[in-house]
């Protein structure tokens, strides 16, 4: 009896003793990610030199995470971080603005493909509903262009439950046809609307930035307009991997699983569904507000089937199940279509769409969990996650 | 009267929609797949029959038999290399191997072709036939014709072939098929290739009313996809009954004043939902479509 006793009060302090040491690497995480950040712009701002920006927060992530022992992945965030705070100095701000725009709206789909296994191919009108409410608050009604952007968040979530409510209820193929319907109403039913929207042309906005100087750098308008773009993209990143990692996340992915089981755990499916796909709508009306902020335009055309098919491609290549997949799948959706024009083979310029195609095609046969999950498989099987 | 006409006329291209729409079915029935990229494989095609006649200088009927050949080729190409390897994956990477297909066809019509409209040569020439006040065009009605002459003889070898008996097992029960020796992957293959080559009379037929463009076959997959879900997506027959009936419905949609032609296609995919929600099988289905 007293052997036991002894045995289980010695056990519980040790058990605590590894939970609270857990708790406090998982509290450092943001650290590495942090200091690499503060010195690639610190680095920038004294140097105006990208490379040596881009060396710096790349050092400072590797040895942060080697020191706080925070682990690999840690590393890997402030790494990213540190190249997603310098290449604005180094490509087209613009292009990477649309890339954040792209990953965006995909971090939507993330939501409700990779989570609860809904398939929306509404994706590309959600992002329009938020970008023609950012163009008609500002054009229409004079409201400051920053400002109408929670507008355009909570009606895109609006336009997501009025479509959600009905298409949530539909499985598969039947839900994909459902949500292609509304991708393909969408540009003429705002042709139809007319003049309020702008019809067949569009609204078009002012630049909402001016350019500023920094220490030694000078940012031009559309660089601005990248940094406020990856702050609103960081805030979505640390709010929807919240949610993936909460309760809500569990549950989405039960009903993703097994929607029976789920059911009879007591997890409303139904709630569920439609809650993830406000989300994902919500974000795509953040995406889209970005999106006409920095093209400085919006034209009906641009948010049909075609603009839909991009965000899903986005998931399906880089990987439904994380947010990591829907940015590597966001970045190579835009280097897919815009990087080549015509790609001369025996004498004829192959369209891009070809490369596109194919690219989606290889990817899914050959990919197991898109571009992400084929990276993290090897950094899985490298360094294998130790208890500590 | 003007609406009369407008019926008449609407009924060529439901001729074509129930084409597609039944090529849908097929392959759906065969493979579960849903296969968006009908229409532009179809375009592409139309767009190699449009070559074959205006450049190498063949006759229609002759190009009609060889398009039919070659649309059949790329569906078997397209089912044994891309889509039975997925067969057993998840609906999402189905979906979207469909939608990597609808980006590979658009592109290589227009790689090869200049995307803007051009006129397609009509199977029969001759002043239109006046019944009354309305007027038919002959190619329309030929156009029309062929459809259902495709349709017809699609019946026919379901119902009377062993090739057709042997694709009815199949889709019907896979294992019993396989018992009595059938093999699944001959059956799906030749159900793809019956459905592309249907999209490629298809696309002839359409390019000749609308003219041949990379973007022709849009609407058409959309118009189709709506046929066949009011049909019911297992159902052939419902495939053509609701291609005819949606070409009608959009042409009275149109011709209304307070709808217009903006109007008329969101109209329709409001049908669409409210059909997939109050009665998901279609009305000729019978099997319990994805409404839980």
């Not at chain 1, 409201?143 to 009905?166: K, N, S």
């Given at each position: ?6 045995e289980?009060?010695?056990r ?9 040491h ?6 450092r ?15 920038m ?12 927060g ?28 310098d290449?604005?100095f180094?490509y087209?701000a613009f ?6 725009v792209?990953?965006i709206?995909?971090w939507?789909?993330?939501i ?18 938020g970008?023609?409410?950012t163009?008609?608050l ?16 909570v ?7 009025l ?11 039947y839900q ?19 003049d ?18 920094v ?8 660089q ?14 640390v ?6 990692k ?10 993703r ?12 499916v ?5 809650t ?17 902020m ?7 055309d ?30 190579a ?21 070809v ?7 290889l ?12 990276v993290?498989?090897?950094v ?9 | 009267?003007?609406?009369?006409q407008d ?34 494989i179809?375009?592409?095609t ?5 070559e ?6 063949l ?21 044994l290399?891309?889509m039975h390897?997925?067969?057993?994956k998840?609906?999402?990477v ?6 990597g297909?609808?980006?590979l066809f658009?592109?290589?019509s227009n790689?090869?072709?200049d995307?803007s ?11 239109p ?7 038919i ?7 029309g014709?062929i ?24 889709t019907?029960?896979r294992?019993?098929?396989e018992?009595v ?8 293959a ?13 696309g002839?037929m ?5 003219g ?10 959309v ?27 959009a ?15 969101p ?14 099988s ?11």
């Amino acid at each position: 009896m007293s052997a036991a006793n002894l045995e289980s009060k010695s056990r519980v302090p040790a058990a605590r003793r590894t939970a609270a040491h857990l708790r406090s690497v998982a509290r450092r995480t943001w650290i590495p990610a942090t200091v690499s950040v503060v010195l690639t712009l610190a680095t920038m701002a004294t140097t105006a030199n990208a490379g040596f920006a881009l060396i710096a927060g790349v050092v400072a992530a590797f040895l942060t995470s080697r020191v706080l022992g925070t682990g690999p992945q840690s590393a890997l965030v402030g790494i990213a971080l540190a190249g997603a705070v310098d290449a604005p100095f180094a490509y087209s701000a613009f292009n990477l603005t649309q890339i954040l725009v792209l990953a965006i709206g995909a971090w939507g789909l993330v939501i409700l493909g990779g989570q609860t296994g809904q398939i929306s191919v509404a994706q590309g009108p959600f992002v329009g509903v938020g970008a023609y409410t950012t163009a008609v608050l500002s054009a229409r009604f004079g409201v400051p262009l920053l400002a109408t952007i929670p507008a355009a968040v909570v009606i895109g979530a609006i336009a997501g439950l009025l479509i959600g409510i009905p298409s949530s209820r539909l499985r598969g193929i039947y839900q994909v046809i459902t949500t292609l319907a509304v991708a393909v109403s969408f540009p003429t039913l705002l042709l139809a609307i007319g003049d309020p929207v702008g019809g067949s042309t569009g609204i078009a906005m002012p630049e909402p930035f001016q350019a500023a100087q920094v220490g030694s750098v000078s940012l031009d308008p559309t660089q601005v307009m990248y940094f406020f773009a990856l702050a609103c993209a960081l805030v979505v990143w640390v709010a929807l991997s919240r949610i993936i990692k909460s309760r809500h996340g569990t549950a989405m992915r039960a009903v993703r699983q097994n929607e029976v089981v789920a059911a009879v755990n007591g997890i409303s499916v139904s709630h569920y569904r439609i809650t993830s796909f406000v989300l994902s709508a919500a974000c795509a009306g953040l995406a889209g507000s970005i999106s006409a902020m920095s093209v400085g335009a919006v034209s009906p055309d641009s948010f049909g089937m075609l603009y839909s098919i991009q965000f899903l491609v986005a998931v399906a290549v880089g990987g439904a199940d994380s947010l990591m997949g829907g940015l590597l799948g966001a970045i190579a959706v835009f280097w897919l279509t815009t990087s080549f024009s015509g790609i001369p083979i025996g004498g004829v310029q192959v369209s891009n769409e070809v490369a596109y195609g194919l690219v989606i095609i290889l990817a899914l046969v050959v990919l197991e969990g898109g571009l992400w999950g084929a990276v993290s498989g090897v950094v899985e099987s490298r360094w294998p996650k130790r208890a500590t | 009267m003007l609406l009369l006409q407008d019926v008449v006329s609407a009924l060529g291209a439901g001729a074509v929609y129930a084409l597609v729409a039944l090529a849908l079915v097929i392959v759906f029935r065969a493979t579960g797949v849903v296969n968006f990229a009908a229409g532009e494989i179809a375009t592409f095609t139309t767009f190699v029959a449009w070559e074959l006649l205006a450049d190498v200088g063949l006759g229609f009927w002759l190009t009609l038999v060889i398009v039919v050949g070659f649309s059949a080729l790329v569906g078997v190409v397209i089912y044994l290399f891309i889509m039975h390897p997925a067969l057993k994956k998840p609906e999402f990477v189905i979906v979207m191997l469909t939608f990597g297909l609808f980006e590979l066809f658009n592109g290589l019509s227009n790689t090869f072709w200049d995307p803007s409209p051009r006129s397609f040569p009509a199977p029969v020439e001759g002043p239109p036939i006046v019944i009354g006040s309305i007027f038919i065009t002959q190619e329309s009605i030929v156009d029309g014709a062929i459809a259902i002459l495709i349709m017809l003889l699609l019946m026919a070898i379901f119902r009377y072939t062993k090739l057709g008996l042997g694709f009815r097992a199949t889709t019907d029960n896979r294992f019993a098929a396989e018992v009595v020796g059938i093999r699944p992957w001959q059956m799906y293959a030749a159900g793809w290739a019956m459905a592309t080559a249907m999209g490629g009379v298809g696309g002839m037929m359409l390019a000749n009313m609308l003219g041949l463009s990379a973007s022709m076959m849009g609407n058409v997959l959309v118009f189709a996809l709506v046929a066949v879900i009011i049909g019911g997506l297992e159902s052939p027959l419902g495939a053509v009954v609701g291609g005819l009936l949606i070409a009608v419905v959009a042409a009275v949609f149109s011709s209304l004043s307070f709808i217009g032609t903006d109007l008329a296609t969101p109209l329709m995919l409001v049908i669409v939902i409210i059909v997939l929600l109050v009665r998901p099988s279609g009305l000729f289905g019978q099997r319990k479509a994805g409404l839980l």
